[in-house]
């Protein structure tokens, strides 16, 4: 017999063996199976109200954020130009366009005559409520305004239609400052205030305070 077997020879139960008195300590909590099933309904019931407090929750989200969205993108009609054709037209008169319209458009809807002068005229100018658009014929003279405190006029140049051989007429505009004040309506769009005219290279305060009765937009 080898060491091996021997060990479990002689470890072997042979029944006669005092077996020690164990005492367990009762359990210190006991669920009755109706209160186990009281309990899980309780918890079901609970978890059933959340989820529909949520779903609840999460919609008056969504519809607040949609009315939030139809406020923010909420459209208002844009504001509109009234201006005067006058001229080599078909249509003269007043014509009410949309804020950014250029001659072009009032143009489009007066109907200038085949013998207008449509060359002489910037179609690209954006237009300025109260504007005039005089259209002359081929090879007649651009309209001059009138000078001061001569009768059948205003008395007053235009800085929004006025060319720049017009301009130099103001006190204190020569041909480059006449010049710059071209450039500068037809980059920036017409003149809506006379003291804009300030924005211009060449008309400081002095310059401004000498021509500002004599013009207008």
């Not at 072997?12 to 008195?21: A, F, K, V």
């Not at 080599?88 to 809807?109: F, H, K, M, S, Y």
Request: hydrophobic share 45%; charged share 15%; net charge negative.
């Amino acid at each position: 017999m080898s060491a091996t077997d021997r060990i479990k020879e002689l470890t072997r139960p042979t029944g006669e063996e005092d077996l020690l008195p164990v005492q367990y300590p009762p359990p210190r909590f006991h669920v009755e199976p109706k209160q186990a099933l009281a309990a899980s309904a309780v918890a079901l019931a609970f978890v059933g109200g959340w989820a529909g407090w949520s779903l609840t929750h999460a919609s008056d989200a969504t519809g607040n954020a949609a009315s939030w969205d139809n406020v923010a993108t909420e459209s208002h009609a844009p504001e509109q130009v009234v201006v005067s054709v006058v001229g080599e037209v078909a249509n003269p008169g007043l014509v009410t366009l949309n804020q950014g319209a250029r001659v072009a458009d009032a143009l489009n809807i007066a109907q200038p005559h085949p013998h207008a002068d449509l060359i002489a005229l910037n179609h690209a100018q954006l237009l300025v409520d109260g504007q005039q658009i005089h259209v002359t014929a081929i090879g007649e003279a651009a309209p001059v305004a009138a000078p001061p405190g001569s009768p059948g006029g205003t008395g007053l140049i235009s800085i929004n239609s006025a060319s720049a051989t017009e301009l130099t007429a103001l006190p204190g505009i020569g041909d480059a400052t006449a010049a710059a004040i071209v450039a500068h309506r037809e980059a920036n769009g017409p003149f809506t205030t006379l003291e804009a005219l300030m924005d211009v290279k060449g008309i400081g305060p002095a310059k401004f305070e000498a021509l500002k009765d004599q013009v207008a937009l």
